[in-house]
């Protein structure tokens, strides 16, 4: 989701204090031999970094395991981003953002500090080319009256519902549920338009918001969350009652 991109990376701006200073010497370690891997296009050690499934921009499924990783290896990591980290200095261009991590820059790699690779901002030609053409499928895969979108923000489904949403451009959301015996290229159960999308603390977490009538439905998504909890949920208010709150997955490509 691009918006959860941007996101990511603006938090530098509320941590500006972690500018001009040096990475600590044993983080710099481990960012050297990254740099060095993907200097030397040493894809099964840059694999190795990794704890799966990783993540790409939805709707681009995410990379289930190694072989995968190393296959699409150059889908992600084409000349423009390889030097971008090949011509980055460890001690001054990766900064340590408490405990988000340490970035890349503004925000392209992201790495745990323990040296595992968490994020990778940033879309190839390929992948935006790629997102495109999945795209481009799943409007023929849905049902006419909801084809229109300028892009899918993510699926979730509930032990009662599937429920997607899209943007729809200018800050415009679209909510549509089906029961769960339904398929989306049949005509949802409910659509609403008009939704907004909420940003929840710091760390990633948001949720899109919709109104109709007395009701509001609130799907919350929860990148980071505790152990053991559910990725997102649904709550249904009615003139500001909670009338329905079930856990969610997040259904992925």
Known sequence: MEKIKLLIIGLIFCSSFVFGQDLKPEYQKFIKTFISNVKNDKKEAVANMISYPFKREYPIPAIKNKAEFIKRYSEIFDISLKNEIIKSNPAKDWSEVGWRGIMLNQGTIWIDT??????????????????NKIIAADRENLHASIAKFKAPECILETSKFRIRIDDLGNDNYRYASWSLKKKMNEEPDLVISNGK??????????????????????????PLREKGTAPASLTIYQNKKVILSQDAEIVPR
């Open 114 to 131: 323990d040296g595992r690779l968490i994020s990778i901002n940033y879309q190839s030609k390929f992948e935006k080319d790629l997102k």
């Open 197 to 222: 999308w909420f940003q929840e603390g710091t760390g990633g977490n948001h949720r899109f918001e919709f109104k109709k009538g007395q009701y509001i439905y609130e799907c919350y998504i929860a």
